[in-house]
């Protein structure tokens, strides 16, 4: 069982950074695959980036590739989005997601959710 909780996000001007964390509960957090989803108003939940359990293995969205990068810090139970050169498309609550195999671009067919966190992007 894990507990995800988000913070980091809030209101940025375009082309500025955010970082976002994703703090997790559970003494087997080194053995989920993480990820991180967002949804705008009106949109489906859409996938942005995904981790392995070891840090070792990274995947991301088209929409936000040499932008965006996740990594995640085992010791502290912490997964982290690092969000540069932001776009006003890039607003949305933004979910992190855990998995005990693998985590998929389908939303429904990851395991655990945390809560969200807005980002606000003007321009």
């Known amino acids: 069982q894990v507990q995800l909780v988000e913070s980091g996000g809030g209101l940025v001007q375009a082309g500025g950074s955010l970082r976002l964390s994703c703090a997790a509960s559970?003494?087997?957090?080194?053995?989920?695959?993480m990820g991180w989803f967002r949804q705008a108003p009106g949109k489906e939940r859409a996938f942005v980036a995904a981790?392995?359990?070891?840090?070792?293995?990274?995947r991301y969205a088209d929409s936000v590739k040499g932008r965006f990068t996740s990594t995640r810090d085992n010791p502290k139970n912490t997964m982290y989005l690092q969000m540069n050169s932001l776009k006003p498309e890039d607003t949305a609550v933004y979910y992190c997601?855990?998995?005990?195999?693998?985590?998929?671009?389908?939303?429904?067919?990851?395991?655990?959710w945390g809560q969200g966190t807005q980002v606000t992007v003007s321009s």
């Open positions: 981790i392995s359990s070891s840090g070792g293995r990274i």
């Open positions: 997601a855990a998995d005990r195999t693998t985590i998929v671009t389908v939303p429904s067919a990851n395991d655990y």
């Open positions: 559970g003494r087997t957090f080194s053995n989920y695959a």
